[in-house]
T-cell receptor
Framework: DVKVTQSSRYLVKRTGEKVFLECVQDMDHENMFWYRQDPGLGLRLIYFSYDVKMKEKGDIPEGYSVSREKKERFSLILESASTNQTSMYLC???????????FGQGTRLTVV | GNSVTQMEGPVTLSEEAFLTINCTYTATGYPSLFWYVQYPGEGLQLLLKATKADDKGSNKGFEATYRKETTSFHLEKGSVQVSDSAVYFCALVPPDNAGNMLTFGGGTRLMVKP
């Protein structure tokens, strides 16, 4: 089975902190994604990557950056956390040539 | 741009009731269409998909038909169970979309009571 693992289920951080959310997939997928999930808004794409060291902005990249140094790992970085970044963050991966995406369990981030 | 609109929830049903969750989309060409399900405390998982007009996706008793003429992909199940309680997301990937980026609807929470 494809497995997408997010490093934390729950995180509480203070305003202004630098926050790292880590995601690892074990199926050699080319594409990786970070979404945030908010009630009534569904999932919104923050960033995605289609190859190592490649990244593209999604719909809501402001306040976030990403890093993909290895194919299996895709990190989301909040440079200076703010309370409006309190949300559920979901990582996903998919192979080229197939439209199905596989999701991690999510990280619920609270910024206080 | 591309967008997905689905009915707002929550939808509350009794066990064995018939379920319909409406989904319509806006996209150019023929996107691939999906239903994902999120059970409590878990990430999303693919429920079913359809990649061309008139295709029917089905899984676990759920069905959805790709209707190009009405730009819809409504989710149906004939007899829901308590274990179907979850949040359901309709989504699309546009044709020739490098990287397979999904566009999601807002999600519909389904609650099934015994």
């Amino acid at each position: 089975d494809v497995k997408v693992t997010q490093s934390s289920r729950y995180l509480v951080k203070r305003t202004g902190e630098k926050v790292f959310l880590e995601c690892v997939q074990d199926m050699d997928h080319e594409n990786m994604f970070w979404y945030r999930q908010d009630p009534g808004l569904g999932l919104r794409l923050i960033y995605f990557s289609y190859d190592v060291k490649m990244k593209e902005k999604g719909d809501i990249p402001e306040g976030y950056s990403v890093s993909r140094e290895k194919k299996e790992r895709f990190s989301l970085i909040l440079e200076s956390a703010s309370t409006n970044q309190t949300s559920m963050y979901l990582c996903a991966s998919s192979p080229d040539g197939d439209t199905e995406a596989f999701f991690g369990q999510g990280t619920r981030l609270t910024v206080v | 741009g591309n967008s997905v609109t689905q009915m707002e929830g929550p939808v509350t049903l009794s066990e064995e009731a018939f379920l319909t969750i409406n989904c319509t989309y806006t996209a150019t060409g023929y996107p691939s269409l999906f239903w994902y399900v999120q059970y409590p405390g878990e990430g999303l998982q693919l429920l079913l998909k359809a990649t061309k007009a008139d295709d029917k996706g089905s899984n676990k008793g759920f069905e959805a038909t790709y209707r190009k003429e009405t730009t819809s992909f409504h989710l149906e199940k004939g007899s829901v169970q308590v274990s179907d309680s979850a949040v359901y997301f309709c989504a699309l990937v546009p044709p020739d979309n490098a990287g397979n980026m999904l566009t999601f609807g807002g999600g519909t929470r389904l609650m099934v009571k015994p």
